[in-house]
Structure formats: C-alpha cells, structure tokens
C-alpha cells in the first residue's frame, strides 16, 4: 500500500508546485463527486464495474448455448423439455437481463454525465479568468510602452483590441449569430444547386 505522504512527496519533487496544485484541485473533485454517491448509486456503479467485463460476457453467450442445447438434446436422453423451442423462458430471461444492464448504465452514464458537466464547467471558469488576466497583462504593458520615455509609443490596434475583456454573453452571442449566418448560406446554397436537378427532371418527364 503507497504512503499518502511518501506519494505526495514525490510528486512534488517531480512537478513544479502549481502543476502539482492543479492535479490535487482536479484529483479532489473526482474525490468530492465519489463521496457523495448515495449507497444506492454505490451499488449500481459497483455491479455496472462487475457486469462491464468480458467474463460476463462470455458467461452469457455459454449459458445460452447450453441452454438452447440442453433442450434441444432432451428428447433424444429420454428427458422432458423444460423451454421448448423458440424458448420463450430463455427470451424473457435475456429481456429481464437487458433492463436490469440498461437501467444499471444509464445510472452509471447519469453521474459521468454530472462529473462531466462540472469539469466543463470548471474549464469554463478557468478560461474566463485566464482571459481576464491576459486582458489585464497586455493592458498594462500598453501602459508601460506610452509611459515609457525609451519605448516608442506608438498605437497598436490589435493589443487596444485584446486588451478590452470579453464578457461570456457576448461570446455566446457572437456564436448563435455565426451559426445562423453559416446555416443560412449553406440553406442559399443547395436552394441553386438542387432547381436545376428539378427543372431536368420536368424536362425529361415532358
């Protein structure tokens, strides 16, 4: 079993102590959304991790080929079919089997879909601040270079531009607009493309 301590210690001997933050910060937020499972959720995702392996799988497609052969091969020993062909015990079994695995994954989805969902929106958190900061360093320096008698001032549209922050809804605005205009140019587009196919088609019916 690895020491926490002896695992922390070299891991900061490896990795700069911001990188090493950073693992810990994202480390302790699969840690947070495991710890708060229900005991239900517990079950569910341990039987999911159970079921999800190739053994199962294998123990399945055995058990029904040895079924389907076992009664099938009763007759012939001098014993009573116990599902007869087209085994209707062994068909709801298998559909009893199949909502048991489908309502076992799409729990198990559900709660990778939250932790997905806030690891989004933390890269989401992350981006906004880191842009805010970078805003902020090229402002300064513009700054500096006009208030420095050795540097030539002189004005820079790009830096002036990427110097104004930009706030998430105008972002997201910006997107829905590029997306309609692009629909709309690709809905102009076939509209020429497909009239002439049309107007042959006519053509060739006349």
């Keep these: 079993m690895t020491d926490p301590e002896t695992s922390a210690k070299s891991k900061s001997t490896i990795l700069p102590s911001h990188i090493a933050e950073t693992v810990d910060a994202v480390a302790q937020i699969h840690a947070d959304h495991h710890l708060k499972r229900t005991p239900v959720e517990k079950f569910m995702d341990d039987w999911t991790a159970r079921l999800a392996r190739p053994p199962v799988l294998a123990a399945v497609v055995c058990g029904v080929v040895l079924w389907i052969a076992a009664n099938l091969l009763a007759p012939l020993a001098g014993y009573a079919i116990m599902?007869?062909?087209?085994?209707?015990?062994?068909?709801?079994?298998?559909?009893?089997?199949?909502?048991i695995m489908g309502i076992l994954i799409l729990s198990t989805q559900r709660?990778?879909?939250q932790l997905a969902e806030l690891r989004e929106q933390m890269t989401l958190e992350l981006a906004s601040v880191t842009e805010r900061k970078v805003a902020k360093v090229i402002e300064l320096i513009e700054e500096l270079r006009r208030d420095s008698p050795t540097l030539k001032n002189r004005t820079d549209q790009e830096a002036r531009q990427m110097s104004v922050r930009t706030t998430p809804g105008e972002v997201l605005i910006a997107i829905k607009d590029s997306h309609e205009e692009m629909t709309a140019r690709s809905t102009d587009a076939a509209g020429p493309a497909q009239a002439p196919?049309?107007?042959?088609a006519a053509d060739a019916a006349e």
């Design 197 to 200: 196919k049309t107007a042959s």
């Design 111 to 113: 709660r990778a879909d």
């Design 83 to 99: 599902d007869a062909p087209p085994f209707p015990w062994l068909f709801e079994a298998l559909t009893f089997l199949g909502v």
